[in-house]
């Protein structure tokens, strides 16, 4: 009986085992290297979650290198767009008084942004597309970044006293970050559309980023 465990052993150490082949009793070499994210520093896990959201925005920005929105999804990206579009969105200050409070335009915004999320991602798979609900999500989300950015720039143009040319420059800068947003998700989303079905998948894209672009340019109040 020793002479077949030791023959077993002398086998095991001679013929190397490839793939998730694991011996009863036996202790991988792996074991003692794994660490339990329960067992890292709290400031760890949150800068690692940062730092996954800001390359989904990197790559928003370079659509062309990466994929990285549809392997590792999330909601934060989306959740941060969305709050700061509506907070930006909000009337001016003495709109806010006459109303007195913010309430219905910023659930507004909440409703447009994750509603019509939501509609264009079961027309996606109501086509056939192979993606999963929240990775269409997530993907739609996070190409609001080019739209939330001219946000910015509109912002700061509305503190100049406004000219038919200040118009026509936020104007442009909103059509460029349409354009972008609607590229950004394409791209993307693309691969997971049917062949023969892809307009229709774009079409309702295209309608969610133009109606979230003409929030962002009928928005005259600084």
């Not at 928003?60 to 549809?70: H, R």
């Not at 059509?175 to 023969?196: Q, Y």
């Amino acid at each position: 009986m020793a002479d077949v465990e030791f023959h077993d052993r002398e086998i095991m150490n001679d013929v190397p085992l490839e793939g998730d082949i694991t011996v009863p009793g036996l202790k991988t070499q792996y074991e003692d290297q794994e660490i339990s994210t329960l067992d890292e520093p709290v400031r760890e896990t949150i800068m690692r979650d940062v730092k996954a959201v800001g390359t989904k925005f990197w790559h928003v920005l370079y659509p062309k290198q990466s994929s990285s929105l549809l392997k590792e999804w999330d909601l934060w990206g989306p959740l941060i767009l969305c709050v700061f579009l509506a907070m930006m969105l909000q009337g001016s200050t003495e709109e806010l008084n006459k109303m007195r409070d913010g309430g219905p335009q910023f659930a507004e915004v909440f409703v447009i942004y994750w509603v019509g999320a939501v509609i264009v991602t079961l027309n996606i798979k109501l086509l056939g597309g192979n993606i999963s609900f929240f990775q269409s999500i997530c993907v739609l989300g996070y190409c609001v970044c080019p739209l939330a950015i001219s946000l910015i720039i509109c912002r700061i143009i509305l503190i100049a006293s406004q000219t038919t040319a200040l118009f026509v420059v936020r104007f442009i800068i909103v059509v460029i970050a349409f354009g972008w947003s609607t590229f950004a998700s394409t791209a993307f989303l693309t691969d997971c559309h049917p062949p023969n079905r892809k307009a229709l998948a774009i079409y309702p894209i295209f309608l969610f980023y133009f109606v979230i672009s003409w929030l962002i340019i009928s928005h005259t109040h600084s």
